[in-house]
């Protein structure tokens, strides 16, 4: 079966822009990492393989949710059932998986991430470590789900980093958001304990952040209003 529409074309070319823009910030290197978006009950996922970093859609495989590929010629990623669980679980719309090195790095020593700066309550506050599993199994898959109850990413330990987000352009930026962060964490950790956030401390922020419409553009009053 073939399922040529323009939207899956779209995305195609879309996962294949999100695969080079996370190559040019570092977050992929080689073969390592995969990423998707998901169009109705369609998924497209990027090739096992495939550079990532040179991405380009015909590299960009489209699978149903059962994993039946639809469209393309290359075999999707070895990390299939852990996209497929995340739509299944979360209702995601985009699911970004890389080999970060902050993140990895933090990986390796962390049970989780804490929420040192506000801005992690973006990806829902602390970032849980999920337990070592080889890649491409049913057991990293279902480690991974469990790490990402409540949340929107999650560390994989000796292994990487995966997000989720309602798009494509989100997803990754919750992955560019998360590397950030495991940085900032591992230069504090190295002059000191990080001090982190409290809970009365992250509500404050959550409700301020809803009260001024915080990480959205806003129209400025006009100067004769400013002077009413």
Known sequence: MTDS????????AAVADACRRLGAE?????????VSVRVEDRVAITATGAILAELTPDQV????LDGEIVTGGLLPT????LHLGV???????????THAPMATALSLVLDELPCVHYQLLALGGTVRVAPYATFGTPELAESVLTALEGRSAALMANHGAV?????LDK???HALLLEWACGVYQRAAALGQPRVLDEQQQIAVIEAALARNYGTTQSAPSAQEGTR
Not at 5 to 12: G, Q, V
Not at 61 to 64: A, F, G, P, W
Not at 78 to 81: A, M, N, V
Not at 163 to 167: G, L, R, W
């Open 61 to 64: 495989t489209v699978v149903d």
């Open 5 to 12: 529409s323009p939207a899956l074309s779209e995305e195609r």
């Open 78 to 81: 070895s990390e299939l059932d």
């Open 171 to 173: 997803a990754v930026e």
């Open 163 to 167: 997000t989720h987000a309602p798009t």
């Open 87 to 97: 739509y299944h679980r979360y209702g995601a719309g985009a699911v970004v998986h």
């Open 26 to 34: 570092g977050l992929l290197i080689g073969t390592a990492g995969n």
